[in-house]
């Protein structure tokens, strides 16, 4: 599948029973759960997949889970960055060959490189496989900042670098910055949770990589904007924006207010993370209550099961 990327593209979860194994049939369940909440695509071993606590049988066994069950209907992006160069072309040449559709990578975040290592690693990629990439541009959890020059200069020089991925607050002022710099030819994502969506569409991006507990609220809010009904997508947008505010206070607390969600919806049998964790409290937990029943969600109204 050769398409141009854009849209909604959820970063999956990864779900696991009690006792920290990979649930195969509840991550069936959720492929099928974004599918039929019409996503334009999805990306698995992403931060929220938890992908820094999975080894690498088990990124293989869940990418061909979800190639097969996602049965070409929509483009899957594997995350594929490692803290060495060659180790990132290797991993990401075998996400490739396992039915990835295209790739996404954090600059290594070890042994911090300079500007001219950044540009190899991605390079080095590149010229190791056939399928687009996507810089994961989220120095919160990197402890990397690559500035929009470096971005546009990558997007630019190297042949598959076709995407940016922007989790830099203030995101806004850095993907205008992006877009100026380099035109036409950068395709900008925002990420973050979906925190920033409106904002950032307005500013020129082309799709998101949100959470996926919810992903039909990510859906409308980008297919109105597109439709030009900017009160509707601002109504929506507001309606949803303090549960996404309070699921980001740490990356834990999304992972597992996303895993919660799932597994009271009825996708995962169990909402499980794996450890090291610093799980929510029973405060949190009342508050989720709180927002789950204010708001309306599909995974609550559909009486299908995926």
């Not at 398409?3 to 593209?9: L, N, S, T, Y």
């Not at 991605?122 to 190791?128: A, F, G, L, P, R």
């Not at 940016?164 to 900008?188: C, N, R």
């Not at 937990?285 to 969600?297: A, G």
Request: include cysteine; aromatic fraction near 8%.
């Amino acid at each position: 599948m050769r398409v141009a990327f854009e849209g909604i593209f959820p970063v999956l979860a990864v779900p696991f029973d009690e006792k920290g194994r990979l649930d195969e049939g509840s991550l069936r369940r959720l492929v099928e759960f974004q599918i039929q909440c019409g996503v334009h695509g999805m990306v698995i071993f992403g931060l929220a997949s938890e992908v820094y606590k999975l080894s690498e049988e088990e990124r293989k066994t869940i990418l061909r889970i979800v190639v097969d069950q996602v049965r070409g209907r929509v483009p899957v992006i594997a995350g594929a960055e490692h803290t060495g160069t060659e180790a990132a072309a290797q991993r990401s040449k075998l996400m490739e060959d396992l039915g990835a559709n295209g790739l996404m990578l954090t600059p290594p975040t070890l042994i911090k490189p300079d500007a001219e290592g950044i540009f190899d690693y991605y390079k080095t990629v590149s010229d190791s496989v056939g399928v687009p990439i996507m810089i994961q541009d989220a120095p919160t959890w990197t402890g990397i900042s690559l500035p929009p020059s470096l971005l546009v200069r990558m997007m630019k020089e190297i042949e598959r670098v076709h995407y940016v991925k922007v989790e830099a607050p203030p995101t806004g002022l850095k993907i205008s910055k992006i877009i100026q710099l380099g035109g036409d030819s950068v395709k900008v994502f925002g990420g973050y949770g979906g925190m920033y969506l409106l904002e950032e569409l307005r500013r020129g991006i082309c799709g998101s990589l949100p959470g996926c507990a919810f992903p039909e609220i990510f859906v409308q809010i980008y297919s109105l904007f597109k439709k030009g009904h900017e009160r509707e997508v601002e109504e929506l947008f507001n309606k949803y924006l303090p549960l996404l505010v309070f699921q980001l206070s740490s990356l834990d607390v999304l992972v597992e207010i996303q895993k919660i969600i799932l597994h009271k919806g009825g996708i995962f049998r169990s909402a499980y993370i794996r450890r090291p964790a610093v799980p929510i409290d029973d405060w949190t937990r009342r508050e989720l209550d709180r927002f789950l029943n204010d708001l309306p969600l599909a995974i609550f109204q559909d009486a299908r099961r995926f």
